[in-house]
């Protein structure tokens, strides 16, 4: 991996723990709103026993990421433990104006859709904010459910006994803060990590191929395809691009081809692209 990818992830990665931060910070705490898995028990015990929520926050998280370093990549474990490092350091910054408010679900609502960012923005940047984070990567890794709605099944477990300590009113805020920040997040990763797959039959493949890999500076895989009435032999070509990419894909195709048959779908994540040389 290039030091600019590094370097890029590194960043984002960093603007996400400040929204994070700025999430619990100046709505969630400021309201009494608890959360989910870890970031709900730094939570619960700065509302019960005054801790910090950055010292709870690196503790607790800290043995998570030993358990991640088991089940995930060790470029993921790596970025885990830099987004859980300024979390905890943006935690510590003095809150100047926090959010005080009878209207507590307006806090609730806002602290869920900007958790739901501020993950989206770590995830895509191939890190987790550790806690229910590790462990829904975990789940979407081996059994391919979806980052948001494995982090809210986790994240229940934490926040719903919360009741005890918060009060049953601002645990239901709390379940409505988790609701939100889950479709924020899948709907962030459905935009922004969305790809597009594209199948095309076309005699001049080979050149359509050279096209897009030339122009777009990506692989281009070959699968070999029969027709059913004609039993002639044929190549069938299939690419795997961005959504940024996704405007140029067309244009090329049709410009090499512009009777070329061309199939196309939106996936939501591709894994092994290097065994398909894509």
Same mark, same amino acid.
């Given at each position: 991996m290039s030091l600019k990818v590094i370097f890029k992830n590194g960043l984002q990665i960093i603007v996400g723990a400040l929204v994070y931060a700025l999430a619990i910070n100046y709505f969630l705490i400021p309201n009494r709103i608890g959360e989910g898995g870890v970031t709900g028990l730094t939570a619960l015990? +700065? +509302?019960? @026993?005054?801790?910090?929520? !950055?010292?709870?926050?690196?503790?607790? &998280?800290?043995?998570?990421? *030993?358990?991640?370093?088991?089940f995930l990549k060790r470029e993921t474990v790596f970025y885990s433990l830099w987004a859980v490092l300024w979390i905890s350091l943006f935690l510590r910054v003095p809150v100047f104006l926090p959010y005080?408010?009878?209207?507590? /679900? %307006?806090? !609730?609502?806002?602290?869920? /859709? *900007?958790? $739901? %960012?501020s993950m989206g923005l770590i995830f895509r940047a191939k890190g987790t904010i550790a806690g229910s984070t590790i462990l829904a990567k975990i789940v979407n890794r081996y059994?391919? %459910?979806? &980052?948001?709605?494995?982090?809210?099944?986790?994240? *229940?477990?934490? !926040?719903?006994?919360?009741? @005890? #300590?918060?009060?049953f009113q601002n645990m239901l805020l709390t379940v409505l803060e988790l609701y939100v920040s889950a479709v924020v997040l899948n709907k962030y990763l459905d935009v922004f990590g969305a790809k597009?797959?594209? @199948? #095309?039959?076309?005699?001049?493949?080979?050149?359509?191929?050279?096209? *897009?890999?030339?122009?777009? $500076?990506?692989? /281009?895989?070959?699968? =070999?395809?029969? $027709?059913? +009435?004609?039993? =002639?032999?044929?190549d069938a070509l299939f690419y795997v691009c961005s959504n940024r990419d996704w405007t140029a894909v067309m244009p090329i195709i049709m410009s090499v081809d512009p009777d070329a048959l061309v199939v196309t779908d939106q996936i939501r994540s591709v894994r092994g692209i290097h065994l398909l040389d894509l």
């Open positions: 015990g +700065y +509302y019960t @026993l005054r801790i910090s929520p !950055a010292l709870t926050n690196i503790v607790l &998280n800290g043995i998570l990421i *030993l358990i991640g370093f088991k005080h408010t009878t209207q507590t /679900v %307006i806090a !609730a609502i806002t602290g869920g /859709v *900007l958790m $739901g %960012i059994f391919g %459910i979806r &980052n948001g709605s494995a982090m809210l099944f986790f994240d *229940l477990i934490v !926040a719903i006994p919360s009741g @005890l #300590v918060i009060g597009r797959s594209v @199948l #095309v039959f076309s005699p001049k493949n080979q050149a359509i191929g050279e096209a *897009l890999s030339t122009q777009l $500076g990506q692989g /281009v895989t070959m699968l =070999k395809a029969t $027709g059913f +009435y004609s039993k =002639k032999d044929m």
